[in-house]
């Protein structure tokens, strides 16, 4: 029989029927729900965070995550045992040597790209793996091709935008880059479908669907209040009354995290230097006071063990 390398297929991405092994490079909040989600549908993953000790906590908050999960009865204890035997942390990047996807989803309050770190990453990710394994990166305003570029195979590089709630939102944008191939794309379609996750394909932008549209919507909601036209909550309700939506502005920005809000709004302006996207004065007040959302207990809404209990609205518009 002749081999596949005599027609040119040697240094090709080869399809497989499956995936066994997930990388998650980063796992703070984005990196542990992404954890959870691969673990739970019977693939294994290996995480890589800062250090020994970071791995340790993580480890602890993934359980205490499924212990919720058993609370509100979810799942049982022998699920969750099995849950966490899939799932193994290092922070040794040679750990990924077997993973057949690698997914970078590092978290950072910095503003910005930070794209020299996620290059920076890439390379050392592309050090220890197999050569027909995939590199992704979670991506909100980045382009996966300016981090493919810092790749020897950069064809092996495909965006993906999980959107937030991802433990609740059934698809995953997946952007290819100028030279990621058709494999990496096939390959992610196919981790998709095993997550149970919808593929929408996008061509490459910076923010691709979702967040292009969010971000207007909450900068027009910004404008309404400053300009005194409604409520807080009365916003939040009409939009959610008249559109469909689930969540309102106000209240998806909180969720979403009101820095994060204001690196999107950042980037998108600067990469279109189109008014919709430049950020609204309220949102940088907040910021600037480390009103961030549900993260700190207050955004837009003031919270208490996760429940709304009010509203900032005389400190917004003050």
């Given at each position: 029989m002749n081999q596949l390398s005599e027609f040119g297929l040697g240094n090709a991405l080869q399809s497989k029927s499956s995936i066994h092994c997930v990388g998650i490079v980063g796992c703070g909040s984005v990196g542990q729900e992404l954890t959870?989600?691969?673990?739970?549908?019977?693939?294994?993953?290996?995480?890589?965070?800062?250090?020994?000790?970071?791995?340790?906590?993580i480890m602890l908050d993934l359980g205490k995550e499924l212990d919720d999960e058993i609370h509100h009865w979810g799942m049982t204890g022998s699920e969750k045992r099995l849950v966490l035997s899939r799932i193994k942390g290092?922070?040794?990047?040679?750990?990924?040597?077997?993973?057949?996807?690698?997914?970078?989803?590092?978290?950072?309050?910095?503003?910005g790209t930070m794209l020299e770190v996620r290059q920076e990453l890439?390379?050392?990710?592309?050090?220890?793996?197999?050569?027909?394994?995939?590199i992704s990166s979670q991506l909100s305003t980045l382009m996966i091709s300016d981090l493919a570029s810092a790749l020897k195979r950069p064809e092996r590089a495909i965006g993906l935008h999980f959107i937030d709630p991802i433990s609740k939102t059934n698809i995953v944008?997946?952007?290819?880059?100028?030279?990621s191939s058709e494999e990496a794309f096939k390959q992610i379609s196919r981790l998709c479908r095993m997550i149970k996750r919808k593929v929408v394909a996008v061509n490459?932008?910076?923010g691709n669907i979702s967040t292009r549209m969010i971000i207007p919507f909450i900068n027009d909601a910004c404008e309404l209040l400053s300009e005194g036209v409604a409520s807080i909550e009365d916003i939040d309700t009409t939009m959610k009354e008249a559109s469909g939506h689930h969540i309102g502005p106000f209240e998806l920005a909180d969720r979403i995290g009101l820095d994060k809000v204001l690196k999107y709004m950042e980037n998108l302006y600067?990469?279109?230097?189109?008014?919709?996207?430049?950020?609204?004065?309220?949102?940088?007040?907040l910021v600037r006071a480390a009103y961030l959302g549900r993260a700190t207990g207050k955004g837009f809404y003031k919270y208490e063990n996760g429940k709304v209990v009010g509203n900032?609205?005389?400190?917004?518009?003050?």
């Open positions: 959870l989600l691969v673990a739970k549908s019977g693939i294994e993953v290996m995480f890589v965070d800062i250090s020994e000790e970071r791995v340790a906590e290092s922070a040794d990047y040679a750990s990924l040597k077997d993973c057949e996807i690698v997914i970078e989803a590092i978290s950072s309050r910095k503003r890439f390379r050392k990710i592309e050090s220890v793996i197999k050569d027909d394994a995939v944008e997946v952007g290819k880059g100028h030279n490459e932008s910076p600067s990469e279109f230097g189109e008014r919709k996207y430049k950020a609204s004065p309220i949102i940088k007040k900032t609205v005389r400190f917004v518009i003050d």
